[in-house]
């Protein structure tokens, strides 16, 4: 264990360093910044005067060693635009992008698991068929487009759910439900293929010809067995959420992550950006470093090191 997880705490650092690099220099891909935070009547010394007083007319690597300075320190800097430490914005935004991706991976998981367990279980139905139009269905859609619909149905047309902003329960609904779909698919799928491969298996054969019933090896043996791959999905799929969450919450007002970034890409407010990037790619690391050490716990033949007792 110990050994293992030294491996990757310097696969941790060494990602963490690339990302730092890459959102570094591909942010100042963009442009000027201060173009955009002084007014049309700016004369050029005004805009000098911004430039030294952001750093922004240093050396870009020195520009960049201080940003690495910076983040050894924990500090994310300041927000070019609003004035205010990146931290301050990122805690401020960062329940409602929570609250969302535990909405939809609700969704995803309360619906996906079940789904591919009766693909399994029961393919040749047509409770089966139907489902897998579903999960074809779900598939094909991108998440700005099903929220554009459910808005359009249960907003505008029937009046159920509000369509924008946040609120009480009922202002989660719907983009919980947009953003979890294409999850749900995933999960579906991944659960399905794992149920089938582990039917196969010469320990269901012998207990079916024992007597058991399908319930009991599923609950006992079946889940569990299949678990490993939907771990595996389960760590991608909560950072495809956060990633997701840019597109659904611009769509439905949502004051998360994802909006922020949006309005901090169209202002180069480099720092922002920096910041909620680096926040993703630290959660990213650490949801698949918690995949590996549930491998084992999940299944104990399995040592982390990769290799089976």
Request: net charge positive; charged share 10%.
């Amino acid at each position: 264990m110990q050994g293992f997880l030294l491996r990757r705490l310097g696969q941790v650092l060494v990602t963490l360093f690339g990302v730092i690099t890459l959102i570094f220099f591909v942010q100042r891909l963009t442009g000027d910044p201060t173009f955009l935070l002084v007014p049309e009547t700016a004369t050029q010394a005004d805009i000098d005067a911004l430039r030294h007083t952001l750093g922004l007319d240093r050396p870009l690597f020195v520009q960049y060693l201080s940003f690495l300075q910076q983040i050894a320190g924990f500090d994310l800097g300041q927000s070019v635009v609003q004035n205010v430490p990146v931290s301050t914005i990122i805690a401020s935004r960062l329940p409602y992008t929570l609250q969302l991706a535990a909405g939809a991976l609700t969704v995803a998981c309360g619906l996906g698991i079940p789904v591919g367990i009766v693909l399994a279980l029961y393919r040749q139905t047509a409770a089966a068929r139907m489902l897998a139009g579903l999960v074809f269905a779900a598939q094909s859609m991108p998440t700005f487009w099903s929220g554009i619909m459910l808005i359009m149905l249960f907003a505008v047309t029937l009046g159920w759910l509000p369509p924008s902003s946040v609120g009480g329960f009922e202002n989660l609904i719907m983009p919980s439900v947009a953003l979890g779909l294409l999850s749900m698919a995933t999960f579906a799928r991944i659960t399905r293929t794992a149920i089938l491969d582990e039917l196969t298996r010469d320990y269901v054969r012998s207990a079916r010809a024992r007597g058991a019933s399908m319930g009991r090896l599923l609950v006992r043996h079946l889940g569990r067995n299949a678990s490993i791959p939907v771990i595996t999905v389960a760590a991608i799929e909560i950072s495809n959420l956060l990633a997701g969450a840019v597109i659904v919450e611009t769509v439905f007002a949502w004051p998360g992550l994802g909006q922020v970034t949006v309005q901090s890409i169209l202002a180069r407010d480099f720092m922002v950006v920096q910041g909620v990037v680096l926040m993703g790619a630290f959660v990213t690391i650490a949801l698949n470093l918690l995949a590996d050490i549930l491998y084992s716990v999940v299944d104990p033949r399995i040592r982390l090191d990769g290799v089976r007792r």
